[in-house]
């Protein structure tokens, strides 16, 4: 059974950093692009980055370029999303999504249950 | 970007009725070379995260009920609900997956009318 587990999601100022974490499970880690969407609070979806299945492709919504950095560790099974100079603006229910094939390219077809990222002085 | 719109952004049905959810892109996702829409559907329950129905426009994903369908090409495309049950009210979602930023449509809220 696939599970992705976030966690790292928590308060914090504006222009601080945190960085989420997503355990992964049930599946080969190593062969699936991997993806970050996130949804604030009553609103819809928004996709934030994707990284390829080996990690040498990374892609960024506009809104975070420069900003957030995308990894993997296909050792641990495991995806981050570094996120620095956080604005009130990405307080949001941060989703990792598995991809259905290697290539960033693809739509999901598993999410985890999410973890809150509130920006708030 | 790709701007995905739909319609309406809220949806009462009765129970057993059928549920037709719209989804219009500013550009086609049609890629020509291989004839593929590169446009998925998702449902997000109240308190879930989001669920996969449909991808490639409409072909259905493993498990999922086959009241649901998808249908249309390069630019308009629909999901619908046959017969709508208790477990359908959702918020169900497009997205097109042709370039990037892949975006989402607002979504559509379903409910028992």
């Known amino acids: 059974e696939v599970q992705l587990l976030e966690s790292g999601g928590g308060l914090v100022q504006p222009g601080g950093s945190l960085r989420l974490s997503c355990a992964a499970s049930g599946f080969t880690f190593s062969s699936y692009a991997m993806s970050w969407v996130r949804q604030a609070p009553g609103k819809g979806l928004q996709w934030v980055s994707g990284i390829s299945s080996s990690g040498e492709s990374t892609d960024y919504a506009d809104s975070v370029k420069g900003r957030f950095t995308i990894s993997r560790d296909n050792s641990k099974n495991t995806l981050y999303l570094q996120m620095n100079s956080l604005r009130a603006e990405d307080t949001a229910v941060y989703y990792c999504a598995k991809g259905r094939g290697g290539e960033i390219k693809y739509y999901f077809d598993y999410w985890g249950q999410g973890t809150l990222v509130t920006v708030s002085s | 970007d790709i701007v995905m719109t739909q319609s309406p952004d809220s949806l009462a049905v009765s129970l057993g009725e059928r549920a037709t959810i719209n989804c219009k892109s500013s550009?086609?996702?049609?890629?020509?070379?291989?004839?593929?829409?590169?446009l998925a559907w998702y449902q997000q329950r109240p308190g879930q995260p989001p669920n996969l129905l449909i991808y490639?426009?409409?072909t259905r994903e493993s498990g999922v009920p086959d009241r649901f369908s998808g249908s249309g090409s390069g630019t308009d495309f629909s999901l619908t609900i046959s017969s709508l049950q208790a477990e359908d009210v959702a918020v169900y979602y497009c997205q097109q997956y042709f370039t990037t930023p892949r975006t989402f449509g607002q979504g559509t809220k379903v409910e028992i009318k």
């Open positions: 490639w426009a409409s």
């Open positions: 550009q086609s996702v049609l890629y020509s070379s291989n004839n593929k829409n590169y």
